[in-house]
């Protein structure tokens, strides 16, 4: 038996630690916190000191029980938890739940997984710090807090289902002002002047007007004046310049970056950058730190100078901007920079060429330029024609890596012609073009996290996790807007000869963005109306401030709590018995055949239109809103539109052929099956013919290709590729298969293949009870009776589960029968007392 027991959070940290230590150490794995709040109810003592209930979860019971009991054996337990708050939350629950003796339990931290810096771990052990403990808790306390009495206001005056959260709110509440400032903008129309000249060698370039102007008349007559001009060089400046590498990466500008260069989404990003981690390749990513430490300025130094020459060497610090940055850790950096590229899957490798790149940058030379800026005269008006252009004399860090920009309007200098002032230069054209002026842009992830950042708002841990959290609660979504054609005018002047033509652009296109949806609006209008100081972005950077005094030992954080409490629970209990119902609504106008009222709000089932009143006589008429309407900003004509469906088209093959809205967009049903209508399409425009057409297409998608054992065999396309479909078993059908000329032997293949794995799943099955064990993804296992399907944690051994145990397990996480409404009622009242 191993005389030292370490313990870390993740199995794939545990393997790479393992590595390092000799036969004396053995490396277990927590799998994240063994114990937190619990989930069905607040679990904090708010009448009290805000002490917390913990509790080890169900799943964790059996990882509980194998750690106290290797705990027992070993001489001595080694936390080794992520070196920040949460990593040191961790340490404390397992010392506290595994009641691990002071004496025979060390803390240790590293920031990267390498040999040698577990070895110096080792070697350097210290306590848990509490008040690292403390801003952990405080945080998780304050945000349970905020979310359990929330929730339920929205609940009632808003919608069944909703949440809310401290920076969640806020975060969705930035999302919907920039969504309101588009809406509001007016774009406004200028010409901008461009231009090509040619010098006396014939060398061609561009330049600009550095003004614009305001109408086509005064464009147009500008070119005019232009059309006898003369033209030379009335400037010529040329300067050196330095360009410097930027910071090794914090998490934030990881993650910008990622999304820049990568298209990668933020908590892809971080997911990927666990696992360069908990494999030794890179140090710890959750960082607000642009610090490297002296072995790795000096590995870096090594590296350059082997692999581009000492030239190209600057070692450098860099000194943070984030306020209350935690932890002294480093930036994050690769752990050897030998290793300039990993031989992983394609998304791994190209984070860590990144990461790579942007590190050895940093501690490269400075490009070194020569910009030059030219000024054009012409003998027939005042104004100058300016062009920049700059040429790199020495590469520099450039020969690795230059940083990305959100700013999609930057246009790169390219070279200019060796020229000289006075130099007679040819006009080859003149145009002026029509140019909008654009709203601001919305939001990606990386320009979200950038923005949370620079107000202070959250910490590198919680970026990832907030932003999936607001579009999984459908506050927000990326957008799919394609964007409207619009035209514009362009004047041209060439040889002395003035062209007007009218060209066609696309604007708004905004694929991918953050768009806040109906239900994030009219929350984030109630929250704000009611609860303006907790979606206030100064209250909200003050709390991050608190927490991170509470690291350093400056504030005692239940007074923190109590301070907060005290004017927050009142305002709750206010918002809850006094504020009115919250529902988006929109008076569009009054409906020209009834004379009632027409309005859009959200209901019961989602955004919708309605005719009428709950004060009249009879009952409103109602119609839904389709997937790509919003309540705000959808018009009476669309609104009106919505109540022509179902629109019954006619028959085909004995069957009612009618078009409608639903859930997922609009659609054809012919009767008992339902066609989409492609992308784009109106309902309303839909004929009898252009039905039949859909419906004929999906007959023969869904007309059997092969019969197995009798059964028809289907083929289609899905979210998730190519399959087919046989005894409503769905089998994915990989590029192995030329999937437009599958072979009755591919598709037996397939079908038997997939039935030998359904077989393989199974671990046990009590046909008599309805109840059986089956594999489940990540090595984990799921127990299954009719739709109630409970996952067990990785650790958990089925291979001799009884069925007693299998019962057990179902009972515990079988839906509980509703009670009545007046035993709530008492359970509340109970509460409130």
């Given amino acids: 038996m191993a005389k030292n027991l370490v313990i870390v959070e993740s199995p794939a940290k545990a393997k790479t630690i393992e590595k390092f230590l000799g036969k004396e150490f053995k490396v277990e794995s927590s799998f994240g916190h063994i114990s937190d709040l619990p989930s069905k109810e607040l679990g904090v003592d708010v009448e009290g000191d805000f002490s917390p209930k913990y509790e080890v979860s169900k799943d964790k019971k059996a990882v509980v029980k194998k750690l106290k009991d290797l705990a027992k054996k070993a001489e001595m337990v080694w936390l080794a938890s992520d070196e920040d708050r949460e990593g040191e939350a961790i340490a404390w629950h397992l010392a506290e739940t595994l009641k691990l003796d002071k004496e025979k339990t060390k803390r240790i931290v590293f920031h990267e997984i390498t040999k040698t810096a577990i070895q110096k771990a080792i070697e350097n052990p210290r306590g848990i710090d509490y008040d690292l403990v403390d801003a952990q808790q405080a945080r998780r306390i304050l945000d349970r807090i905020v979310g359990y009495e929330l929730s339920p206001v929205l609940w009632r005056k808003v919608k069944g289902g909703l949440s809310a959260g401290r920076v969640q709110s806020v975060s969705v509440r930035l999302i919907v002002e920039r969504e309101r400032d588009i809406q509001n903008f007016t774009p406004e129309a200028s010409y901008r002047i461009d231009a090509e000249f040619s010098n006396e060698n014939g060398q061609v370039f561009k330049a600009k007007l550095p003004k614009n102007f305001e109408t086509k008349e005064e464009a147009y007559a500008f070119l005019e004046s232009n059309a006898t001009a003369d033209f030379k060089v009335a400037e010529l400046d040329k300067k050196p310049a330095k360009k410097s590498p930027a910071a090794p990466f914090t998490t934030s500008t990881l993650q910008q970056e990622a999304s820049r260069k990568l298209y990668f989404s933020v908590s892809k990003t971080m997911t990927l950058a666990q696992r360069l981690y908990e494999s030794g390749l890179i140090t710890y990513m959750r960082t607000d730190s642009v610090n490297l430490s002296d072995e790795a300025r000096q590995g870096a130094q090594a590296e350059i100078e082997k692999a581009y020459g000492s030239k190209y060497s600057k070692p450098r610090n860099y000194v943070g901007k984030a306020k209350g940055a935690q932890e002294a850790h480093e930036a994050i950096r690769p752990t050897s920079f030998a290793t300039h590229s990993v031989d992983l899957d394609r998304d791994q490798a190209r984070l860590y060429d990144l990461i790579w790149k942007r590190a050895i940058a940093s501690q490269m030379s400075e490009a070194e330029l020569e910009r030059t800026n030219v000024k054009v005269s012409a003998s027939t008006h005042k104004e100058l024609f300016t062009a920049n252009g700059e040429v790199i004399t020495f590469d520099g860090f450039l020969k690795v890596y230059l940083e990305g920009t959100d700013d999609e309007d930057v246009e790169q200098e390219g070279m200019l012609p060796a020229m000289k002032v006075n130099e007679t230069l040819l006009n080859k054209y003149i145009t002026a073009t029509e140019r909008y002026s654009r709203p601001p842009a919305r939001f990606t992830e990386a320009s979200l996290v950038k923005k949370l950042e620079e107000l202070g708002i959250g910490r590198p841990s919680t970026y990832a996790p907030t932003i999936s959290t607001i579009q999984n609660r459908n506050y927000v979504e990326k957008g799919t807007v394609d964007g409207t054609e619009r035209d514009y005018t362009q004047l041209t002047l060439k040889e002395g000869a003035l062209a007007t033509k009218v060209l066609t652009e696309k ?12 239900i994030g609006m009219i929350v984030t209008d109630f929250l704000v109306n009611h609860f303006e100081y907790i979606l206030d972005y100064n209250f909200t950077a003050k709390v991050e401030e608190d927490f991170d005094e509470i690291a350093e030992g400056k504030v005692d954080w239940s007074k923190m709590m109590k301070d907060f409490y005290k004017d927050f ?44 009143t709950a004060d009249d006589e009879e009952k409103p008429q109602f119609a839904s809103l389709s997937p790509d309407q919003q309540l705000n900003t959808i018009t009476f004509e669309e609104a009106m539109d919505l109540f022509q469906l179902p629109k019954t088209l006619g028959t085909y093959e004995g069957e ?121 993804r990540w090595g984990r296992h799921n127990v299954i009776k009719g739709k109630v399907k409970v996952e067990l944690a990785k650790t958990v051994d089925v291979s001799e589960m009884t069925l007693d145990e299998a019962k057990a397990i179902i009972e515990a996480n079988a839906p509980k029968k509703k009670t009545a409404k007046k035993t709530t009622k008492k359970k509340t009242t109970a509460k409130k007392k």
Avoid at 507 to 518: A, E, H, N, Q
Avoid at 757 to 768: A, G, L, M, S, T
């Fill in 507 to 518: 604007v708004g296109s905004d694929k991918g963005k953050l768009v806040p949806t109906d």
């Fill in 569 to 612: 629970h009142p305002q709750v209990q206010d918002v809850q018995e006094n504020a009115d119902r919250e529902s988006g609504e929109r008076i569009l106008g009054v409906d020209p055949k009834s004379g009632k009222q027409v309005s859009v709000r959200l209901g019961k089932f989602g955004p919708m239109v309605q005719i009428g």
């Fill in 656 to 776: 009612t052929v009618e078009v409608n809205n639903g859930r997922f967009g609009p659609y054809v049903k012919f009767g008992s099956a339902y066609v989409s209508l492609p992308k784009g399409q109106d309902p309303l425009s839909v004929e009898l013919d252009d039905a039949i057409v859909l419906i004929k297409e999906k007959q023969e998608a869904d007309a059997p290709i092969y019969y197995y054992k009798e059964l028809p065999v289907q083929k289609g396309k899905g979210r998730f590729g190519p399959f087919i479909k046989w005894n409503n078993m769905f089998i994915n059908v990989n590029k192995k298969y030329d999937w437009d000329n599958l072979s009755d032997e591919d598709i037996v293949e397939l079908i038997e293949t997939k039935i030998q794995k359904e077989i393989d799943k199974v671990v046990h099955n009590w046909e008599d009870e309805g109840i059986k064990v089956e594999k489940a």
